[in-house]
């Protein structure tokens, strides 16, 4: 297959479609916002992208599914559709309830069989709809922590179809963690083979990808080569590969009237003011404890300062029907009361919190003019609100105070302020730096921050994976 011709198949837990039924039984499809989406965008046009995933929802009818397809396939996208109980014990009981809190350095989690024979199942049912699309010199990229079995499956039903010229890429977007934290999962080494079954292995720093490999030695023996690790006959490269933004989108959209009309808004509001700004998805893998807990410690410290600044925390509903993130949600309204309680002044609240989402236009306005942007991630991928933060900031020098944890701490450290986030006088020593750095420091700090974050786009991010890919075809 010649490269003008090569199709891309990504398969992702969740497809970037929001499906709709609209009047006469026929359904729309709309692409969604997602950071995926959003970094895949610029891959070359000379590659024909098709998606595979679960659509969000399951189509009992054998004829709305068929239109619901159908509409899938005008955006290039195949729907998987799972049993709501599958899908339920698949997503929330193994990926996020397990798989996810390990891969985030968490301890004393449990294990569920009933959760680990549904996860087997859909990644099951994930190579299945694939394998019976897939044509020799397709490459398969594939997405993400709930499809880690994903792999070997495909591979194998490929090799029994006799279609086994067809590379296999696979992009983690959560950290990997060390191999004490990982070996607590009962089914790691089934996991790791799963993976193994690639050609090219992804990830977002070094240090994730050394515990990987790390993880293959010891749990399963593997041989090491350099980069490759080879596991029953089979070679499969590991990189790191830096997930970017798109910058042009938010310098695009700072020229917009509503945009403008907005960073005059909150310029006027917050004028005495200097703004602190969090925008994190409610999930304990963010520090929002931490991080009301450290500029409390801040406030008690700093009496003169406590009129002169403002934390603008974001906080985006995160799964919801989840009883841990429904307690920490609690627990974070609970310290918002407490500290502004106890520090507000007639002229304004030291917190203004949001649990909801936030418009492009306002999120982008708030981007604009915070003075401080604090991320106090304990463990993340990468975190990709570092970027868009400094791509909002150009002429303005913003500080990013920026958690060492944090995977964008290993390439936008230099132009930060790094703390570690578990100490509350760290993160407030890190707060007090920021508000008071002279204008040249600031400068300077901005500008390294602005060449790695316009050097290392989503466009160059998905390039580069798709073409290192293509070498193993």
């Known amino acids: 297959m010649s490269d003008k011709k090569r199709r891309l198949i990504i398969v992702s837990n969740r497809l970037p479609l929001s499906l709709k039924k609209v009047d006469g039984g026929s359904f729309e499809s709309s692409l969604s916002s997602g ?8 891959i070359s046009s000379s590659t024909n992208v098709r998606w595979f995933g679960w659509p969000g929802t399951n189509i009992e009818d054998e004829e709305e599914r068929k239109a619901a397809q159908q509409s899938l396939a005008e955006k290039d996208a195949v729907g998987i559709f799972l049993d709501e109980k599958l899908a339920h014990q698949h997503y929330n009981e193994f990926s996020n309830g397990i798989a996810w809190p390990i891969l985030h350095y968490q301890s004393g989690v449990g294990f569920n069989e009933d959760a680990w024979k549904a996860y087997q199942r859909v990644n099951e049912i994930f190579a299945d709809t694939v394998a019976a699309s897939i044509e020799d010199g397709d490459l398969v990229w ?10 070997a499956y495909l591979r194998e039903r490929l090799k029994n179809a006799g279609r086994e010229k067809c590379p296999i890429g696979f992009t983690l977007h959560t950290p990997f963690p060390a191999e004490d934290f990982w070996r607590a999962l009962p089914v790691q080494k089934d996991l790791l083979a799963g993976v193994l079954a690639c050609d090219l292995v992804g990830f977002h720093t070094d240090e994730y990808k050394r515990n990987f490999v ?12 350099g980069d490759d690790i080879v596991y029953k006959g089979r070679r499969a490269h590991t990189g790191t590969f830096i997930v970017g933004i798109n910058p042009q989108k938010f310098t695009d959209g700072l020229l917009g ?40 410690h801040f406030l008690a410290q700093h ?12 906080a985006i509903p995160s799964r919801e029907g989840v009883k841990e ?21 007639p002229e304004g609240s030291p917190i203004v919190y949001m649990h909801h989402s936030v418009r492009f236009t306002d999120l982008t306005a708030l981007y604009r003019i915070a003075d401080i942007c604090l991320i106090t991630s304990p463990r993340d991928g990468m975190n990709l609100v570092a970027a868009e933060n400094v791509a909002c900031q150009k002429g303005r020098y913003g500080v990013l105070v920026l958690s060492e944890l944090a995977g964008a701490a290993a390439f ?15 993160l407030s020593d890190a707060i007090y730096e920021a508000a008071s750095m002279g204008a040249e420091e600031k400068k300077e700090r901005y500008e390294q921050l602005e060449d790695f974050v316009t050097t290392n786009t989503s466009a160059k991010w998905g390039e580069t994976f798709t073409k290192t890919l293509s070498n193993f075809a």
């Open 35 to 42: 950071g995926l989406v959003t970094a895949l965008s610029g």
């Open 412 to 426: 936008m450290g230099k132009g930060s302020i790094t703390f570690n986030p578990a100490s509350a006088q760290q």
């Open 142 to 151: 594939v997405h993400d922590y709930h499809l880690l079995l994903f792999p």
């Open 214 to 225: 790390e993880c293959c030695a010891r749990g399963l023996e593997a041989a090491i080569d």
């Open 303 to 314: 009496p003169d300062l406590r009129g002169q600044v403002t934390l603008i925390q974001v």
């Open 325 to 345: 993130y429904q307690d920490l949600e609690r627990e974070i309204s609970g310290l918002v009361g407490k500290i502004n309680g106890e520090y507000s002044t």
């Open 257 to 296: 009237r509503e945009v403008q009309a907005r960073v005059e808004e909150l310029e006027d509001m917050y004028r005495r003011k200097t703004v602190i700004l969090g925008v994190d998805r409610l999930d304990y893998t963010k520090g929002l404890v931490q991080k009301l807990q450290g500029y409390e």
